[in-house]
Structure formats: C-alpha cells, structure tokens
C-alpha cells in the first residue's frame, strides 16, 4: 500500500504524512484498546503461569517472590516472564495489523523490511550510544555518586538464576531478543511515531523516550537515575528508527545491549553492581 498523498506542514517520516494520518479519536481510542489488551492477556497469562507453578509444586516459591520479586526463583521467573512475552506478543501482532488504517502507510514504509548493511550500520551505532550514555554514563555517575545508584531488581533477579543453565538461557533470550521486539514495536513504532506526525522529531523522541525510561523505572527495572539514563537511551533508539527508516535497527540496537549488559551481569557482577 503506497501513499502519495501528503499533509501541508507534517515532518518528514516516512515520507511525509497523509493528512488523514494518525486521526487523534482514532489514535487515542487504539491506544485505550492496546492497554485494555494487554493487561487482560497479562492477568489471563498470569494466571494460567500461576496454576502451572502450583501444581507444579512451587507455590512456595510464589509466596517468597510476592513478598519481594528481587526473592523470584528461575521457576518463577520463566513462568511469569513466559506470561508477559505472550501478552507483549499479542500487543505486537495489533500493533502491526492496524498501524497501516492508522497511518496510511504500508509496514514497508513504516520500517518493516529487510536489513541491510546500511541498516545494520546504523544498528550498531545506536548500541554503542546506548553503552555509552547508559552503561559508561551509570559508571560516571557511581563513581561520583556512590550512592546515587542501587543495585536493579534484574540484577537481583539474575543472581537467583546464575547457576541454573536454562534459566541464565531463557533470561538472555528474554532481554535480548524478546523484549527489543516488543518494545521497540510500542516505544518507537507507534509512540513516536504517533507523537512525531504531530510535534516533529525531537518532541517525538523526547516522549518516547520518557515514556520508555518511566517504564523501566515504575517496574522497578530502574531507580531514578539510570531510568533517566535509559530515557536518553530510548532517545538514540528513536534517531536510529528514524535515521536508518527501518524497524528492525532499532530493535537489533536494543538487543545488542541488553546482550551486553546481560553478559556483563554473567561475567562480571561487580562491574554490574551484582
């Protein structure tokens, strides 16, 4: 589905938008229905991963992770993280079945085709900017500021499964692989670019970028500084989406770091605060 038509004052992505791009009843209503989604297949996962645990003879080892998630066993963690991935990858398949009535524009010019060098080019350098302003800016900070920032409740969480082979295995793929997909799909491909047909590249990018650090802040992922540091981050992801016009650069930018910072909480704990 290629678009020609164009809006008079729109910013230029993918090409320019149609005036009929991202019509602001509709776009707030797709937004409700995603949230609505995703929480009802999360509860419903949740749930099902819950009554696998207990008969499975673990329903100590949920009374121990609801009192503190940072106290989730491997069995725990991949059940609960197994129940998210299948929400996220409901809320992936909308996103993308719907974003082309929504935008006009076809998945091919929203970004979803194949990489090439050029694009992998611009992956790479999205993930070195994200080591960079997150992981080196972090060390920056600590070594300033001891206390400034606490240890992550994924870094807790990955003490529990550092002895265990497939629990080390699935958190790598679910940080990795699993997460850059679904994220970047919400955060880049339809936040920012909602927010961007309206405002512009950098109102944009600030959004989404705000958006995707308060997330891993209010999860407890992130204490206020280093979500503050991933909400920069979250703005070199948005450059990389909009400067290589692909949406899989992104996502191998996101995954390329969170294979670093999962490999330095596997080799080196003490760099990670582990």
């Known amino acids: 589905m290629e678009n020609d038509s164009v809006s008079q004052s729109s910013p230029s992505w993918p090409t320019r938008w149609a005036s009929d791009s991202f019509p602001i009843g509709w776009t707030v209503g797709f937004a409700l229905l995603l949230t609505g989604i995703f929480f009802v297949a999360l509860f419903v996962?949740?749930?099902?991963a819950a009554l696998w645990?207990?008969?499975?003879?673990?329903?100590?080892?949920?009374?121990?992770?609801?009192?503190n998630q940072a106290h989730?066993?491997?069995?725990?963690?991949?059940?609960?993280?197994?129940?998210?991935?299948?929400?996220?990858?409901?809320?992936?398949?909308?996103?993308?079945?719907?974003?082309p009535h929504l935008t006009k524009f076809s998945l091919r010019e929203l970004g979803f085709r194949v990489p090439t060098l050029h694009t992998l080019g611009w992956a790479l350098l999205g993930a070195v900017g994200m080591v960079l302003v997150a992981d080196v800016g972090s060390s920056i900070i600590q070594?300033?500021?001891?206390?400034?920032?606490?240890?992550?409740l994924v870094e807790k969480i990955f003490e529990n499964?550092?002895?265990?082979?497939?629990?080390?295995?699935?958190?790598f793929l679910f940080a990795s692989v699993f997460q850059p997909i679904a994220e970047e799909t919400v955060f880049r491909v339809f936040i920012f670019n909602v927010v961007q047909r309206y405002g512009?590249?950098?109102?944009?990018?600030?959004?989404?970028?705000?958006?995707?650090?308060?997330?891993?802040?209010?999860?407890?992922?992130?204490?206020?500084?280093?979500?503050?540091?991933?909400?920069?981050?979250?703005?070199?992801?948005c450059w990389v989406y909009y400067r290589s016009r692909n949406a899989y650069a992104s996502m191998i930018s996101h995954g390329l770091?969170?294979?670093?910072?999962?490999?330095?909480?596997?080799?080196?704990?003490?760099i990670a605060g582990g």
Request: aromatic share 8%.
């Open 161 to 171: 499964l550092r002895n265990q082979r497939g629990g080390v295995l699935f958190f």
């Open 72 to 99: 989730a066993s491997a069995s725990v963690f991949i059940a609960l993280s197994t129940a998210q991935v299948i929400a996220e990858a409901i809320l992936v398949v909308v996103i993308v079945a719907l974003m």
């Open 200 to 237: 512009g590249f950098w109102t944009g990018a600030v959004v989404s970028g705000v958006l995707f650090g308060a997330l891993h802040t209010l999860t407890g992922n992130a204490d206020v500084v280093s979500g503050a540091l991933l909400a920069l981050g979250g703005m070199i992801l």
């Open 45 to 48: 996962a949740a749930g099902i």
């Open 143 to 152: 070594s300033l500021h001891p206390h400034a920032i606490h240890q992550q």
């Open 257 to 270: 770091f969170n294979a670093l910072s999962t490999a330095v909480l596997l080799f080196f704990p003490k």
């Open 53 to 67: 645990l207990y008969t499975h003879h673990h329903a100590g080892d949920i009374v121990a992770a609801a009192r």
